[in-house]
């Protein structure tokens, strides 16, 4: 099983050394409101008929959208994968989305991670458990995706050193299903990527940014990876990854169009890469449109205390939505992200 795993991460990267592999449970693709039911590439389930991705918001199951991307992950079962990284001396970090349906089918489960042994259905086989934590899904609100997530800290001298991870879920609750989003593992053997990002006509707050970083082997080619990374407050940004050789970086802001760098392999880490990101785009589609513009009309002259308040018109941030934000989208109109 664990060939078949590997030949999995072959289809879906060419990374050496890659993290989890369809971690956002956007492969296959399902049609808005719809789930698969056959399984999930790159991961192993106990429940085969009953595990799957799943496009939400869907009335009266899961009626917000999924933690990253269209598609949460689901299984009525149990689900592992076992990764190329191997348990390294530092920290490994998993991090996820535990979501609670409208309804109440979603399940409390343990969160576990591995190392050695192999993964059949769902089971590890030989392996040691490293660390677990639970989501216990009573202590949240319907409708909710939890971060959730868990460490683990090898010494010099652990006996398991060079052993792939392998992440575990596993049903404990009383109801049936685990839903869960935007798997991420973070080993110690990552290389750092560090840049400046410039936010465009922007006085706000860049410490309460987040930017999303996608990973790609070429330009145009299939997405490696991705992270969520905060900014500082001069816009400085930095992230470890599994990935190794010359990639496209993209990154995408808020309201911030998507920006590419060119090639830059990251072998070793790599520093200084840098970008600048257009504003104007409201709603975030990576376009500045007309879409954008009948926001900003909207919330026009609006405050935060304003009854048409809506924050992703206020493109500079300050607090106010007037003719300055009107004309950040006036003069990228037509904008597209790269
Ligand atoms: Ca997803
Ligand atoms: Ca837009
Ligand atoms: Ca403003």
Avoid at 129 to 158: I, Q, S
């Amino acid at each position: 099983m664990r060939l078949a795993i590997l030949i999995g991460a072959c289809a879906t990267t060419t990374a050496a050394f890659a993290g989890i592999v369809n971690g956002g449970f956007e492969n296959p693709s399902a049609s808005a409101g719809n789930w698969t039911s056959a399984g999930i590439p790159g991961w192993s389930a106990s429940a085969t008929g009953t595990t799957g991705v799943w496009n939400i918001p869907r009335a009266t199951y899961f009626t917000i959208e999924a933690a990253e991307g269209t598609n949460i992950g689901y299984t009525n079962g149990y689900m592992a994968q076992q990764v190329t990284d191997v348990l390294a001396v530092g920290k490994t970090t998993l991090s996820l989305f535990a979501g609670r349906r409208t309804d109440n089918n979603s399940t409390s489960f343990l969160i576990e991670l591995w190392t050695g042994g192999t993964v059949t259905a769902g089971n590890v086989v030989g392996g040691t458990k490293l660390a677990d934590t639970f989501y216990n899904v009573g202590l949240f609100a319907h409708t909710t995706h939890t971060p959730m997530g868990l460490t683990y800290t090898a010494n010099v001298g652990h006996p398991q050193i060079g052993q792939p991870l392998t992440v575990r879920f596993v049903r404990s609750g009383p109801n049936e299903q685990i839903d869960i989003d935007d798997v991420q593992l973070n080993s110690p053997f990552a290389t750092a990527v560090s840049g400046q990002l410039t936010l465009a006509d922007f006085s706000g707050n860049v410490a309460a940014e987040t930017v999303t970083i996608e990973v790609r082997s070429l330009a145009g080619a299939t997405l490696e990876t991705h992270y969520n990374v905060p900014l500082s407050a001069s816009g400085a940004y930095s992230f470890t990854t599994r990935q190794t050789g010359p990639k496209v970086m993209s990154f995408k802001g808020r309201t911030w169009l998507t920006k590419k760098t060119g090639t830059v392999d990251i072998t070793a880490g790599a520093t200084g890469v840098n970008a600048a990101l257009p504003n104007g785009d409201c709603n975030s589609d990576d376009v500045v449109d007309l879409t954008d513009y009948t926001i900003i009309a909207t919330a026009f002259n609006a405050f935060p205390s304003s009854g048409n308040w809506d924050v992703r018109a206020d493109l500079n941030g300050d607090e106010v939505v007037d003719l300055t934000d009107y004309t950040i989208v006036v003069t990228n109109f037509n904008l597209v992200g790269e």
